[in-house]
């Protein structure tokens, strides 16, 4: 799982075979294939690996920018930096999914769209949870700022698109002040 989440990630899926993974990985094909029936299957487990490490990367590293006293959404956007200076940074694993699938109805295309609900009601919560109520408003403009910048951060190979981001959403959002009013 981990060698072929790393390969998809690093250079495509449709650029990784599976006799590639075999190989790299050091397993029998039979392995292979005992676990997963085709590599549709093993691309569709390899995206649920790659949510649930995804998420706790976002989970601890916004905990630890709490911790060092920012509020959750500039912690936020703290970590998405952070994941974009990462030196494995290609993007998004669920936007290239999609992308290299061409098919809506493909089962790791539909659970890329289904992660990213899941990941703008994450960015939804932490707005309200930092600027209120009002806040809910704007999760999706702010959903796609962040969509933006990953897709910017890739493309410049820089983590500049994250402070845009951030900067940007931060402007757009209600003041502490309109919280209370």
Known sequence: ME???KLFYAEGIRAVGIDRIIAEAGVAKMSLYNHFSSKDDLVLAVLQYREEKITRFFDSATQRYVDNG???LQAFFSALKEWFDSKEFRGCAFINAVVELADPRHPASEF????????HQMIGRIMEETHGSKAAAFVPAVSLMVEGAIVTAMMDGNSEAADVAKEATLVLLPSKQAQRE
């Not at 890329?112 to 990941?119: N, P, V």
């Open 3 to 5: 060698t072929a989440e």
């Open 112 to 119: 890329s769209t289904h992660h990213k609900e899941l990941f």
């Open 70 to 72: 920012l509020d959750r």
